[in-house]
């Protein structure tokens, strides 16, 4: 087997130091912890609204309550948008979806 020479070294270490800070972003820093009640069954509604495979996990990094004014065109039952972050292993960030409730 070949040797690494020191620059292949050298990135294989920034790529783990790398993957070991986005992993701790995930974990620790994101998410959202809803203010009462009604955000909580908004989120729980959103998160039904987003399949999944086994090895996806989901979180909710943001709740944005709508103008009603704006957006009388779209059909909502409580006017609020949630983003849904989805994630490899509940660690790398893979893709981010946007639900209406």
Same mark, same amino acid.
């Given at each position: %087997? *070949?040797?690494?020479?020191?620059?292949?070294?050298?990135?294989?270490?920034?790529?783990?130091?790398?993957?070991?800070?986005?992993?701790?972003?995930? !974990?620790?820093?994101?998410?959202?912890? $809803? *203010?009462? #009640?009604? #955000?909580?069954?908004?989120?729980?509604?959103?998160? #039904?609204?987003?399949?999944?495979?086994?090895?996806?996990?989901?979180?909710?990094?943001?709740? *944005?309550?709508?103008? $009603?004014?704006?957006?009388?065109?779209?059909? %909502?039952?409580?006017?609020?948008? !949630?983003?849904?972050? *989805?994630?490899?292993?509940?660690?790398? $960030?893979?893709?981010?979806?946007?639900?209406? #409730?």
């Amino acid at each position: %087997m *070949k040797k690494w020479t020191r620059n292949e070294r050298r990135l294989f270490a920034l790529c783990l130091l790398l993957l070991t800070f986005v992993g701790i972003k995930s !974990v620790f820093f994101d998410g959202y912890n $809803p *203010k009462d #009640e009604k #955000e909580s069954r908004v989120i729980d509604l959103a998160l #039904e609204h987003t399949q999944v495979k086994p090895w996806i996990h989901r979180k909710v990094v943001k709740v *944005k309550i709508l103008d $009603p004014e704006h957006y009388e065109h779209i059909s %909502m039952t409580h006017g609020y948008l !949630v983003v849904v972050r *989805k994630y490899f292993l509940g660690i790398v $960030p893979i893709g981010e979806s946007r639900v209406l #409730e």
